[in-house]
């Protein structure tokens, strides 16, 4: 596991540090989806997208993301990598059904995650949401 890697996207999602990209959990790049920063940022990135614009630098912003890839910057196995960029073990329960649950993940739940990920080497999307956001 690549901890700094990992803190860094953790970092950089919670400090906006790519002013013109904004946060939303459906597309690793997209146009369209609604920017859960608050910013209203015309394209949106995941985790994967984050972690792909900072590992390529922000030039990326529109280029293809391969999941690989990016798992193997951040050091996490395969399983790790889909829990994480397609939040596979999301806890799917009457609390969280929705049409819309996938893009409304919130960015604090997702620094959130990558913090756990980074201290514990686990992806826990359930102790993510049980804290209270910021």
Same mark, same amino acid.
């Given at each position: 596991?690549?901890?700094?890697?990992?803190?860094? &996207?953790?970092?950089?999602?919670?400090? #906006?540090? @790519?002013?013109?990209?904004?946060?939303?959990?459906?597309?690793?790049? %997209?146009? %369209?989806?609604?920017?859960?920063?608050?910013?209203?940022? %015309?394209?949106?990135?995941?985790? $994967?997208?984050?972690?792909? $614009? /900072?590992?390529?630098?922000?030039? *990326?912003?529109?280029?293809? &993301? @391969?999941? =690989? +890839?990016?798992?193997? !910057?951040?050091?996490?196995?395969?399983?790790?990598? +889909?829990? /994480?960029?397609? $939040? =596979?073990?999301?806890?799917?329960?009457?609390?969280?059904?929705? *049409?819309? !649950?996938? =893009?409304?993940?919130?960015?604090?739940? $997702? &620094?959130? &995650? /990558?913090? #756990?990920?980074? +201290?514990?080497?686990?992806?826990? !999307?359930?102790?993510?949401?049980?804290?209270?956001?910021?």
């Amino acid at each position: 596991m690549n901890r700094e890697n990992i803190l860094a &996207v953790a970092d950089a999602i919670e400090k #906006h540090s @790519i002013p013109d990209l904004g946060f939303n959990m459906a597309d690793f790049f %997209g146009a %369209g989806f609604n920017d859960r920063t608050g910013r209203r940022c %015309g394209t949106t990135a995941c985790i $994967a997208g984050w972690a792909h $614009a /900072l590992k390529n630098g922000e030039g *990326a912003i529109a280029s293809f &993301v @391969i999941p =690989s +890839e990016i798992a193997d !910057w951040l050091g996490i196995n395969e399983q790790a990598a +889909e829990n /994480l960029f397609y $939040a =596979s073990n999301y806890p799917m329960n009457e609390r969280y059904i929705e *049409a819309d !649950w996938f =893009s409304n993940i919130a960015p604090d739940t $997702a &620094v959130s &995650v /990558l913090r #756990h990920l980074a +201290e514990t080497g686990e992806v826990d !999307w359930d102790r993510a949401l049980a804290e209270p956001s910021k």
